[in-house]
């Protein structure tokens, strides 16, 4: 038996049906309101390659102008699809990146004039200077960034002609790729030979001794004596060996440099000799800020303070916090004295600053030139450290940051024969195949009917 619907009972069912469709158009406005002013992404690729890592979402928020980005790209749809996709993620970061296309078959003068030479290649230009760039990597866009971010170039030099570690050396003692990636970051390296030299370089922006292996001579140490008191600032690496001749340099800072070999046995969890020692704590300074990766310093000596007068010092690096400060000789059998061996943490790295003539002036001290050199720059988080140290001295606070790491993947990239045996193969052959066993099955079911 039929239930009849009095008019009553319709009036209400149809008052809850366009009450329906109204929440429904409420909550449809109400997602595309959150969709358009929030963002959600998950990232799924190895190493989290399609997403910027946090440093240069950093660097990016620092950047204070537009940038603008001119790609010399020919008009195939698919470069320029790849162009834009790399840049999205930093236009979303930062909105002032304007992005324009010109395709250097229809201006080869403007190509020509801006040196391109590479289909695809940028142009990036901010703050009236501008750079190429032709690899589209995170690390290389970022360096880019960060060097036209300086406004200028910055030099940086390292004593010469006393068998210090050299910017240009390949030796695994040497800072060749120290230098390398500093050149990468916008400074400009080079070497300082004051026997040469009539005075420190006026527009040096940073002097950096590293280990000499004989005595300067008085009138080179009193060249950097001059230097530094007009205001320079200085990184000093210091090894176990004796500082040949700058007594007098180490005095200006109030400068004692304890003898013995720093030892952390927590060394061995990471299979290394316990005189690597495994810097995991770093002071209240910009230069640590943020900074949380481990770095190793071989064959590290203790530094410290006695009086450093006007200088502001504050503990950088620390190292060894269950280890201890090995006087006695390093031998097969290293123990901890009691009363003779100084237990740790032990201070390895200083930071020294002060204001001369209304100008910060700033210097850096570490006790171990190995922890940059080419043969253990590479280990963990010694090159940022070392990259850090170098801006914050360059005085270039905003860019101080762990640097991007390259990605572990790629894109995958298909020869034209794979592209079209996957189209073919899955849009035809396929979906063709199907069609043909649905027929069959069909057919045979009607017969059996």
Same mark, same amino acid.
Do not use: C
């Given at each position: 038996?039929?239930?009849?619907?009095?008019?009553?009972?319709?009036?209400?069912?149809?008052?809850?049906?366009?009450?329906?469709?109204?929440?429904?158009?409420? $909550?449809?406005?109400?997602?595309?309101?959150?969709?358009?002013?929030?963002?959600?992404?998950?990232?799924?690729?190895?190493?989290?390659?399609?997403?910027?890592?946090?440093?240069?979402?950093? !660097?990016?928020?620092?950047?204070?102008?537009?940038?603008?980005?001119?790609?010399?790209?020919?008009?195939?749809?698919?470069?320029?699809?790849?162009?834009?996709?790399?840049?999205? =993620?930093?236009?979303?970061?930062k909105q002032d990146i304007a992005l324009a296309f010109i395709d250097p078959r229809e201006q080869p003068k403007l190509a020509q004039a801006a040196g391109v030479q590479v289909n695809g290649e940028l142009v990036v230009e901010f703050g009236r200077r501008s750079e190429n760039i032709a690899t589209l990597t995170e690390q290389a866009f970022a360096n880019?960034?960060?060097?036209?971010?300086?406004?200028?170039?910055?030099?940086?030099?390292?004593?010469?002609?006393?068998?210090?570690?050299? $910017?240009?050396?390949?030796?695994?003692?040497?800072l060749g790729l120290f230098g390398k990636q500093l050149e990468?970051?916008?400074?400009?390296?080079?070497?300082?030979?004051?026997?040469?030299?009539q005075e420190v370089p006026e527009n040096l922006q940073i002097l950096v001794i590293a280990s000499p292996k004989v005595d300067l001579l008085a009138p080179e140490v009193q060249k950097i004596k001059r230097w530094i008191d007009r205001g320079g600032s200085l990184l000093w690496l210091i090894d176990q060996e004796p500082i040949r001749g700058m007594q007098p340099i180490a005095d200006i800072f109030g400068l004692v440099l304890n003898g013995g070999t720093v030892v952390d046995p927590s060394a061995q969890l990471i299979n290394a000799s316990p005189t690597m020692a495994v810097a995991t704590g770093y002071g209240q300074h910009p230069i640590a800020k943020n900074f949380s990766l481990n770095t190793i310093l071989p064959f590290a000596r203790s530094i410290t303070v006695d009086d450093s007068r006007d200088w502001r010092d504050t503990p950088l690096i620390e190292v060894a916090p269950r280890g201890w400060l090995e006087m006695s000789p390093i031998g097969q059998s290293?123990?901890?004295?009691?009363?003779?061996?100084?237990?740790?943490?032990?201070?390895?790295?200083?930071?020294?600053?002060?204001?001369?003539?209304?100008?910060?002036?700033?210097?850096?001290?570490?006790?171990?030139?190995?922890?940059?050199?080419?043969?253990?720059?590479?280990?963990?988080?010694? !090159?940022?450290?070392?990259?850090?140290?170098?801006?914050?001295?360059?005085?270039?606070?905003?860019?101080?940051?762990?640097? =991007?790491?390259?990605?572990?993947?790629?894109?995958?990239?298909?020869?034209?024969?794979? !592209? !079209?045996?996957?189209?073919?193969? $899955?849009?035809?052959?396929? =979906?063709?195949?199907?069609?043909?066993?649905?027929?069959?099955?069909?057919?045979?079911?009607?017969?059996?009917?």
């Open positions: 038996m039929a239930t009849r619907i009095d008019t009553k009972s319709r009036r209400k069912l149809s008052a809850q049906n366009w009450l329906f469709v109204l929440l429904l158009i409420a $909550f449809a406005g109400m997602l595309s309101w959150v969709a358009r002013d929030y963002r959600k992404e998950w990232d799924v690729s190895q190493n989290a390659r399609n997403t910027l890592s946090e440093p240069t979402i950093a !660097m990016l928020r620092e950047l204070n102008g537009p940038v603008t980005i001119t790609s010399y790209a020919t008009a195939q749809e698919d470069l320029r699809k790849v162009v834009r996709d790399f840049l999205a =993620p930093y236009q979303r970061v880019v960034l960060m060097r036209l971010a300086r406004g200028q170039e910055r030099l940086v030099m390292s004593l010469d002609g006393h068998g210090e570690r050299k $910017f240009n050396g390949d030796a695994n003692h040497d990468n970051k916008g400074f400009r390296t080079g070497l300082l030979n004051l026997s040469l030299a290293i123990t901890f004295d009691k009363g003779k061996d100084t237990p740790g943490p032990i201070t390895v790295g200083l930071a020294l600053e002060r204001t001369l003539n209304d100008k910060p002036q700033r210097v850096v001290i570490v006790g171990s030139g190995h922890f940059l050199a080419n043969q253990y720059v590479g280990l963990v988080g010694n !090159m940022d450290l070392g990259i850090n140290i170098v801006n914050w001295l360059a005085g270039d606070d905003n860019l101080i940051t762990v640097q =991007p790491r390259a990605t572990l993947d790629s894109g995958l990239t298909l020869s034209r024969t794979s !592209m !079209m045996v996957i189209v073919y193969g $899955f849009l035809v052959l396929l =979906p063709l195949g199907f069609l043909v066993t649905g027929g069959v099955i069909w057919w045979r079911r009607r017969r059996r009917a």
